[in-house]
Nanobody, 121 residues
Framework: VQLVESGGGLVQPGGSLRVSCVASGSIASTNVLGWYRQAPGKERELVALIRRDGTTDYTDSVKERFSISRDNAKNTVYLQMSSLKPEDTAVYYC????????????????WGQGTQVTVSS
């Protein structure tokens, strides 16, 4: 079981970008999925999370700019980012608090490898 992010890159201030994360392996379902980010010299912080029922939470700095969504059938979570600012530059990590496998075991606190998002002109 692993989480694989994609979609990072370089974008100009005010631009948009979507990052994706797919949970791969023998997976039956995922519980809470989230996006975290870590900028150089800073601690990793929660950006947004989405529960299985679709309810969401966002950190204040990204509200009205970022949107998290998920496709349970594809075990995928997305983060649509708009009106990007240089301070959004960071490595973005996908996280799953709990994954149920096809063998009826649970994997807890699973992290992806991260994808770099750079906002710069």
């Amino acid at each position: 079981v692993q989480l694989v992010e994609s979609g990072g890159g370089l974008v100009q201030p005010g631009g948009s970008l979507r990052v994706s994360c797919v949970a791969s392996g023998s997976i039956a379902s995922t519980n809470v999925l989230g996006w975290y980010r870590q900028a150089p010299g800073k601690e990793r912080e929660l950006v947004a999370l989405i529960r299985r029922d679709g309810t969401t939470d966002y950190t204040d700095s990204v509200k009205e700019r970022f949107s998290i969504s998920r496709d349970n059938a594809k075990n995928t979570v997305y983060l649509q980012m708009s009106s990007l600012k240089p301070e959004d530059t960071a490595v973005y990590y996908c996280h799953a608090d709990r994954i149920l496998t096809m063998t009826h075991t649970y994997e807890y606190n699973v992290w992806g490898q991260g994808t770099q998002v750079t906002v710069s002109s």
